[in-house]
């Protein structure tokens, strides 16, 4: 019932012209694949629907908190930061992991893949919903991670759901055709929204510069990472990278900074929060800088 009246407060907002680009049937061809810690290599395929969840082991667990991985343009469920993520979580972790796979428009077009987002993230929400109501999770136990598009797919899941989510983790937000007055992720779509910019400046960024979430982390002052020598998609995908090292070890912590200057002038002296984690929420707000060494885990 809480699902079915979302979905009828998005149809009036189309109504009004606030979703133009929903496509209702993208959502639709979402498939998942869940992992619990007893199940890391064992391919679980469901749709996201009550039956197909309890035919999975989440369906036997007695596990809450569940992690939502989601990748973006031109990524699958088997390739960039979703292997990577997923093994580091639940080495971990002892935690469900549900993969997301918006393949069917992801290794389309870039510009088909962007109107594709909201109507998968809706589907996402959808799901999510459906976890709830199956008794596997809760919304305080949900933690989604976004790469990319897969960051603003996470905010439109999160804001179907009235921002109730625990927490977002967006990595890298994609940039091109996300501006200011766009429907990007923004800290209004989870109890905690967490951003780590990797590639927010220099030529040819793909990710947001702003400061968009309640805590924005650039890691070497958001572009030019150490080690990659055309920054491009290797500073792009650092982010997924410094997230799934951040779960498996303890050191990579980031000062407070007074304002972006501050940050780009790596002269951030404020106090020191760790970066990514699965931790729910962190006593923080602001915008943050780490510096980091060039080879995994930095």
């Known amino acids: 019932m809480l699902f079915k009246a979302l979905v009828l407060c998005l149809a009036v907002a189309v109504s009004r012209g606030e979703y133009e680009s929903i496509k209702p049937s993208n959502g639709n061809l979402n498939v998942y694949y869940a992992y619990t810690r007893d199940n890391i290599r064992t391919l679980e395929r469901f749709n996201g629907t009550i039956p197909s969840i309890q035919e999975t082991s989440l369906a036997s667990t007695s596990r809450n908190f569940t992690t939502i991985i989601i990748h973006g ?20 972790f002892d935690t469900n992991v549900i993969v997301v796979d918006w ?4 290794l389309q077009s870039y510009s088909n893949a962007v109107s594709a987002v909201p109507s998968v ?17 809760t919304l305080n136990d949900v933690h989604l991670v976004g790469f990319n598009l897969g960051a603003h797919i996470a905010g439109y899941a999160g804001r179907t759901l009235n921002g109730q989510v625990a927490r977002i983790t967006g990595l890298d937000p994609s940039r091109d055709q996300w501006g200011p007055n766009s429907r990007r992720l923004s800290s209004r779509d989870a109890l905690y929204v967490e951003v780590i910019h990797t590639d927010a400046y220099g030529l040819f960024p793909r990710g947001i510069a702003d400061a968009i979430g309640h805590v924005d982390i650039y890691p070497n002052g958001g572009d030019s990472q150490p080690g990659c020598v055309l920054s491009g998609p290797c500073s792009h995908n650092r982010a997924w990278e410094l997230f799934a090292a951040s779960l498996t070890t303890t050191h990579l912590r980031a000062n407070q900074c007074s304002n972006l200057s501050d940050m780009r002038w790596n002269t951030c002296r404020g106090f020191v929060i760790p970066l990514g984690t699965n931790d729910l929420f962190k006593l923080a ?4 800088r780490i510096n980091t060494r060039r080879n995994y885990p930095f």
Do not use: C
């Open 121 to 137: 993230g809706t589907a996402v929400a959808e799901l999510i919903s459906n976890l709830v109501e199956a008794t596997i999770t």
């Open 103 to 106: 393949s069917q428009y992801s």
């Open 73 to 92: 343009h031109e990524g699958t469920a088997f390739t960039s930061l979703n292997p990577t993520v997923k093994d580091a979580m639940l080495t971990a």
């Open 285 to 288: 707000n602001g915008i943050f």
